[in-house]
């Protein structure tokens, strides 16, 4: 066996296990102890206005209680802007219905993108804000998550996620909460899309951290 043949073979096998190991961690986050269990489904629809610009509608259904009640479902209206081939920014509009109220946020955001032979990683920045009408304003909320996938095949690709929260208020910001995530996204065809995802959110409540597992199915289709 030559070289080639030997690192193809290499790298074939470190598929397999990243695969195998991503499996595992998905059943870890799911089986873990937790306060409760949510499932989020989504449907995302997206429109390429230029080579730079695009436009995204989504619309996503969240349960809770173990998936027995109905916690919140929402309407995203996002515009981004591509500035390079690795840098985008993107306008978002939310508008949240919960079962006694209903919310709007604003948000900004910058989105990095690298890609390598092997992986493709990226780093998202957020500044959000929630709006309730005659209550009070509530704080901004930073967001910065960071994302590492590894393409198995040309369809699949599997990633782990980890994203930290920070309240901005009176000039200082306080870590509040944070997402570990597994998932895969598979490429239906070029217009359509699947993903299967897994979260781990951990909330700090006084000194303890009330914990939430989630599990994700969010289908895309662009035109």
Known sequence: ????????????????????????????LVHSKSI??????GI?????????????VEQQLRLKEHFSQFHKTFTDFSLSYKVSPIVKFTGKYRY???????KSRISLGCKINLETNYFLTSYRFRLQRDFERNEPQEDSVLRNKFTLG??????????????????????SLSYNKFRIGLGIEYEINEDKSLEIYCLYK???????????NIIGLQYGYSF
Not at 17 to 26: A, M, W
Not at 36 to 41: K, P
Request: proline share 2%; with cysteine.
């Open 36 to 41: 409760d269990d949510e499932l989020w489904t």
């Open 1 to 28: 066996m030559n070289k080639t043949a030997e690192l193809q073979s290499v790298f074939v096998q470190s598929k397999r296990y990243l695969c195998l190991f991503l499996f595992i961690s998905l059943l870890t």
């Open 202 to 212: 951990g909330e700090f409540v006084k000194s303890e951290i009330e914990a939430t």
């Open 96 to 102: 949240i219905v919960y079962e006694d109220k209903v």
């Open 150 to 171: 590894y393409p198995l095949i040309k369809q699949f690709t599997p990633y782990i996620s980890y994203e930290f929260f920070h309240i901005l208020k009176n000039e």
């Open 44 to 56: 995302e629809l997206k429109k390429k206005i230029s080579s730079t610009i695009k436009l995204k």
